[in-house]
């Protein structure tokens, strides 16, 4: 009776089918990092072959010493007996030599290493930073400031502890393992082969330590990067935090991820644990097998006593190396995790790409041209399904429509922060995918809700719009949006430091200064998203004469629920779904019977 065929199931083949995918992708992983490790090295090549030439000779000089007691104890020491001290004298001069050589090119080595390890790290911290204002609006939407603040800190000091102790010593290691095997072989092949049997264990122990902490290490750096995205949203959302009263919450949540964070520590250590004694035990043995076979052999007078203890200082000398490699590997595991985060940060592309042959347009006009424009995000719901819009040079434009019409999208498309998916967005008639970006930021410039100000000078920060403003220019700003009265009231008036985030002023205060940020980069399109959210009523009577100062002979896109902002327009467009639904000036939408004259009446109800 012949046994019925096994039968898979779908689901082993589809789990092999994703192992198959993971080990592909953890092999593109680890190759995209030894190529961003070798790219960084590459500059390098002299001081690295220097650096080489240096451990060459310090090992060399290491490894001298057993073969030298060797000699001392066989040759000179019955040449002394027989009253001839030279011998001994030369060998002692040679086992100081061989020392005093050592000692200088290792630490030589060790400085030519360390210049080229901080060169590596200036390099990738630049490559990090300038790679996060490179990347579009996009990838900052859908990758947390706590992850990159995490690339920036902990990944690359863990980058930072590899170069500076790690490579050093592993460098350094390899090489006083491969000169001891091979000054014990040349000097007893057998005590060679007791040592080469004895790697063999030390080597399967090796490959399955590497096989658990690369798990382990990823593991951790995944937990740790949690953990510090966790505490910088919760510092970033304080405000909310202790206005919902969810300190405990955040808190049981927080410590939630620091046990996880420590629980991956406790698996390292474990393994290591495990590693370090295993090699030490090796270690033991090999001497022990060593000491018997070459005494054994020391009696039968086949090995020189000399030869014997030279052999013990080799195998000795042989496993401290291992050890080294076993703690250099700790760092190179943690760093490695750390380099393919990196990399992997490193190897994304901003959708939004500059053209390659740039249209030049050094003075724009203003004029606005939405094409059949077709829009989502991602593989999202279309917020855009077919918008077709011209808005005039010098017209200002007002957006009005409930939460997820496409106001925003629209700001967006404009400024370029996102490319259509479909059809095209003009200025000027040229598709702003063909602009260089500084032509584009020059022309169109954006204010949004959250008025943003850097730590620094409120000049500083107002000249943000035009660098090289004159104290005149950015006051003539200031006053154009009613932001000079407060500032002057401050300490040191202009040269008074907000602090990080604008702590010194008020929310509306903030805004004000953005105003005034955009009001002095003179734009040809003013894109207001939202801009006038946070002032108060006086506050916001006192900006209307800035706008509509600003805002006379420029384009505008006025995104706003405040239809006191919207007034101020020549025309208003209600947006629903992504369509048009109104278009007129705001008189001739008020007279009428359409969503329009509806908010208008319930904001005037409102007022009253």
Do not use: C
């Not at 644990?273 to 295993?278: A, C, S, V």
Request: glycine letters at 10%; a neutral charge.
């Amino acid at each position: 009776m012949t046994a019925a065929p096994e039968t898979r199931r779908p689901t082993d083949a589809a789990s092999d089918d994703e192992t198959r995918l993971d080990k592909a992708t953890s092999r593109a992983v680890r190759s995209r990092s030894l190529s961003l490790l070798g790219n960084l090295l590459r500059p390098h090549g002299k001081g690295l072959t220097w650096s080489g030439a240096l451990v060459v000779a310090s090992t060399a000089g290491q490894v001298a010493g057993p073969w030298l007691v060797a000699l001392a104890i066989d040759d000179a020491l019955p040449a002394l007996r027989d009253g001839n001290p030279g011998m001994l004298v030369a060998i002692g001069a040679g086992y100081l030599v061989a020392a005093v050589v050592a000692g200088l090119t290792i630490g030589a080595y060790r400085r030519s290493a360390a210049r080229i390890a901080q060169a590596v790290m200036l390099e990738l911290r630049r490559r990090v930073f300038r790679q996060t204002q490179r990347l579009s609006l996009e990838f900052h939407e859908s990758y947390t400031s706590g992850r990159i603040i995490s690339r920036q800190t902990s990944d690359l000091e863990a980058l930072r502890e590899l170069l500076d102790g790690g490579l050093t010593g592993v460098v350094s290691s390899l090489l006083v393992m491969a000169f001891t095997f091979v000054g014990l072989t040349l000097l007893d092949w057998r005590s060679g082969l007791v040592l080469a049997a004895a790697f063999v264990p030390a080597w399967f122990l090796t490959r399955w330590f590497q096989a658990r902490s690369r798990v382990y290490y990823r593991e951790q750096r995944t937990a740790s990067a949690r953990l510090i995205v966790k505490f910088v949203e919760t510092m970033t959302g304080m405000r909310a935090v202790q206005a919902f009263r969810r300190e405990s919450t955040t808190e049981a949540a927080y410590e939630a991820l620091g046990d996880e964070y420590r629980e991956a520590n406790l698996r390292i250590f474990g393994v290591n644990g495990r590693y370090q004694p295993g090699l030490v035990l090796i270690g033991n043995m090999t001497v022990v097998a060593a000491l018997a076979v070459g005494g054994w052999r020391v009696l039968g007078g086949s090995m020189e006593v000399g030869v014997l203890v030279a052999a013990l200082l080799y195998v000795k000398r042989f496993f401290f190396p291992i050890q080294q490699l076993g703690m250099f590997y700790n760092a190179f595991q943690s760093a490695a995790a750390a380099l393919e985060k990196v990399s992997g940060l490193l190897a994304e592309e901003p959708t939004v790409v500059e053209p390659k042959q740039p249209v030049p347009l050094p003075a724009a006009r203003g004029g606005l041209g939405l094409d059949h424009v077709r829009f989502q995000y991602g593989d999202g719901p279309v917020v855009l399904p077919d918008l077709d819009l011209t808005i005039p040079a010098g017209q200002t434009l007002a957006l009005v429509g409930t939460t997820g019409a496409g106001k925003s999208t629209i700001a967006k498309l404009v400024t370029r922060f996102y490319d259509p998916t479909e059809g095209a967005v003009r200025l000027d008639g040229v598709d702003v995918r063909d602009l260089a970006s500084r032509d584009l930021r020059r022309a169109v410039v954006m204010v949004t809700q959250e008025a943003y100000l850097f730590s620094g000078t409120v000049r500083e920060n107002i000249a943000l719009g035009r660098p090289g403003a004159t104290q005149d220019q950015v006051e003539a700003a200031a006053r154009a949006v009613g932001a000079h009265e407060f500032v002057m009231a401050m300490p040191e008036g202009y040269d008074t430091d907000v602090n990080k985030r604008g702590g010194r002023v008020s929310a509306g205060q903030r805004q004000l200064l953005s105003f005034a940020r955009a009001f002095l980069a003179d734009p040809a399109v003013l894109v207001l998203d939202e801009a006038t959210s946070s002032l108060d009523m006086p506050g916001e009577r006192l900006v209307q004469h800035g706008l509509q100062t600003l805002l006379a002979d420029r384009t505008a896109i006025i995104i706003a629920h405040r239809l006191s902002t919207v007034a101020i327009a020549d025309r208003v467009l209600v947006l629903e779904h992504g369509r048009i639904v109104e278009d007129g000036t705001p008189a001739e939408l008020i007279a009428g019977e359409g969503r329009y004259a509806a908010l208008h009446a319930a904001w005037r109800d409102s007022l009253v």
